[in-house]
């Protein structure tokens, strides 16, 4: 059975229809796991916080922890405990301020697929539109392009920029304690060759050396995610065209 002009550009125009529905679906999942993200984020930023204030008792309180489980340790493990709990806690430190650094990407990453989206689906509106043949005094297949710019647009990116100021706030907060509370004062020179020594330096610069590692991709990131933004038609197909060129 053949199908005619008019029955292929009614299948066609349907597909798209299909397409744009699935589109949004996907807006929306990708939206919902980065709230969840979001939250997680400033959870962590706060729990770190927290655990960083409290780095003193951090080794006393594992060392309780730890001789309460196991009562029946020696004198010579006990020694040893008191030796590698503030280790462990620096160790717990450390992992928190990777975690900032993992979560941040991700919400970026997250948030970069959701802009791509977006932009892409205002996009395609005009052509469903000419698909389905819709007079331009109808505002169907407008929502995420002309319906958005005239009704929510401004609401939108006001909260997007306070999500944007909280965060920020508090990353600078975070990791400026943590570059104070860590930077090793005490440590003036490479120490000598000596396996005591140097396992001393590396005790006392090992969450500094964390941190300044960790921040500078940290606050890239945020930057780049704070320009986010929905490109022009125009710039969307500069960037196709450039990647088809050989």
Same mark, same amino acid.
């Given at each position: 059975?053949?199908?005619?002009?008019?029955?292929?550009?009614?299948?066609?125009?349907?597909?798209?229809?299909?397409?744009?529905?699935?589109?949004?679906?996907?807006?929306?999942?990708?939206?919902?796991?980065?709230?969840?993200?979001?939250?997680?984020?400033?959870?962590?930023?706060?729990?770190?916080?927290?655990?960083?204030?409290?780095?003193?008792?951090?080794?006393?309180?594992?060392?309780?922890?730890?001789?309460?489980?196991?009562?029946?340790?020696?004198?010579?493990?006990?020694?040893?405990?008191?030796?590698?709990?503030?280790?462990?806690?620096?160790?717990?430190?450390?992992?928190?301020?990777?975690?900032?650094?993992?979560?941040?990407?991700?919400?970026?990453?997250?948030?970069?697929?959701?802009?791509?989206?977006?932009?892409?689906?205002?996009?395609?509106?005009?052509?469903?539109?000419?698909?389905?043949?819709?007079?331009?005094?109808?505002?169907?297949?407008?929502?995420?392009?002309?319906?958005?710019?005239?009704?929510?647009?401004?609401?939108?990116? =006001?909260?997007?920029?306070?999500?944007? *100021? &909280? +965060?920020? %706030?508090?990353?600078?907060? !975070?990791?400026? #304690?943590?570059?104070?509370?860590?930077?090793?004062?005490?440590?003036?020179? =490479?120490?000598?060759?000596?396996?005591? *020594? &140097? +396992?001393? %330096?590396?005790?006392?610069? !090992?969450?500094? #050396?964390?941190?300044?590692?960790?921040?500078?991709?940290?606050?890239?990131?945020?930057?780049?995610?704070?320009?986010?933004?929905?490109?022009?038609?125009?710039?969307?197909?500069?960037?196709?065209?450039?990647?088809?060129?050989?």
């Amino acid at each position: 059975m053949e199908i005619g002009a008019a029955g292929l550009d009614a299948v066609r125009a349907a597909a798209m229809a299909e397409h744009y529905q699935k589109t949004m679906d996907l807006v929306t999942h990708h939206w919902e796991r980065r709230s969840r993200q979001f939250v997680t984020l400033v959870a962590v930023l706060g729990g770190a916080a927290l655990v960083a204030f409290a780095r003193p008792l951090i080794a006393p309180s594992l060392e309780a922890i730890i001789r309460e489980r196991l009562p029946g340790l020696d004198s010579a493990a006990i020694a040893r405990l008191k030796e590698l709990t503030p280790v462990a806690g620096d160790l717990l430190l450390a992992f928190l301020v990777i975690s900032v650094f993992y979560l941040t990407a991700s919400l970026f990453n997250r948030s970069s697929i959701i802009t791509n989206y977006y932009t892409y689906l205002e996009q395609i509106e005009g052509e469903i539109r000419k698909a389905f043949q819709i007079p331009t005094d109808q505002i169907v297949f407008t929502r995420e392009g002309d319906f958005y710019a005239a009704m929510g647009s401004g609401i939108s990116n =006001l909260i997007g920029r306070c999500y944007k *100021a &909280i +965060l920020g %706030f508090l990353l600078v907060f !975070f990791f400026a #304690a943590r570059l104070f509370f860590d930077y090793p004062a005490d440590v003036v020179s =490479l120490p000598p060759l000596d396996r005591t *020594a &140097i +396992l001393t %330096f590396v005790a006392k610069t !090992f969450l500094f #050396a964390i941190d300044v590692l960790i921040v500078i991709p940290t606050i890239w990131l945020f930057v780049r995610f704070v320009r986010l933004g929905p490109m022009t038609r125009s710039e969307v197909r500069k960037r196709m065209d450039g990647q088809r060129r050989p």
